[in-house]
């Protein structure tokens, strides 16, 4: 059956059925807004992304269950990079009427899979009829107790610039598809349904670990540039212990050139942090705990914003930051 033939009110009490209500969540689906409350003493985080049929993600390349786990988990990510707790979701959904049900069924349940393994609570959001692609917008709400969220201006010169889990491999996945080359498992995962690094970021928080974090969504560089601007301070990176998966090495050891996508290709969805020195040994007994890798890959230097680089001859060079912008694609 084609969504034409369904109808948004029947789609929406589908859905409204099949979620169950959170903790603090008074009233959700159903209503002209959700009433919700959080702990005392916390204060709200929120975040919004969009994800546009052939801008963000073609049909051609992933299926709609896996589609809808990723837009919840990047957004996900940016609480996570907060060191905040995700609690509530809000989903919009944009498609053409002949869209079948099937693949909406398939979305939703991603989306509803993905939440419920991080506690969330779908409380509400839109469809609507879109004339071309599907236009996917999702807001999350979470919260973390007063004066614990990690901003990205908390960086001072001496800490150690730090990383959870492996660079590039969700933009060597979108390079290989681009070029007609169907990826590893490992990296296809990587790009079609991230993971958000969600207790790693809450525990840097309760813990007062990091000073300053950031997801990477944008690339290594572009984000870590953007912690550098908000700080104004400088980094310093060294390429050897850039963490790379065994894919990414194998591709990268046959194109040297693919190298590049760990300091500059996006949508890794890993935390990027930086920590004082005296609190390195604590931050990999978290990793260990989470059985997530932690790499130190630099260091925070006095400066103004500037990043630099030392490749794996030794030589050090200043990185041109070049992360994507929907606006300024030359």
Known sequence: MKLQDFGEFKLIDRIRQQVVNGAGVHRGIGDDAAVLSLP??????????????????????????ALGHKA???NLSDIAAMGGTPRYLYLGLACPGETDLDDIYAF???????????????VGGDTCRSPGPWMISVTIEGSAPAAQAI???????????????TLGDS???LHLL??????????????????????LGRLLGEQRLAKSMIDISDGLASDLAHILQASQVDGFIEEDKLPLSSAFQQHSDTEPGLRELALYGGEDYQLLFTVAPEKAKAVAALGAELKLSITSIGVICEGSGALSLQDKAGAVRPILVRGYDHFCRS
């Open 40 to 65: 005392d003493g916390h204060h709200l985080l929120t975040s919004t992304d969009l994800l546009i049929e052939d801008v963000h993600f073609r049909h051609a390349w992933t299926d709609c269950e």
């Open 72 to 74: 919840v988990a990047v």
């Open 108 to 122: 939703t349940k991603g989306v509803l899979d993905e939440a419920e393994r991080h506690n969330v609570t779908l």
């Open 151 to 165: 901003g990205r201006d908390g960086a001072q010169p001496g800490d150690l610039i730090m990383v959870s889990g």
């Open 171 to 173: 933009a060597l996945a």
């Open 178 to 199: 681009q070029g007609g080359k169907t990826p590893e498992a490992e990296l296809s995962g990587r790009h079609h349904q991230p993971t958000a690094q969600v207790a």
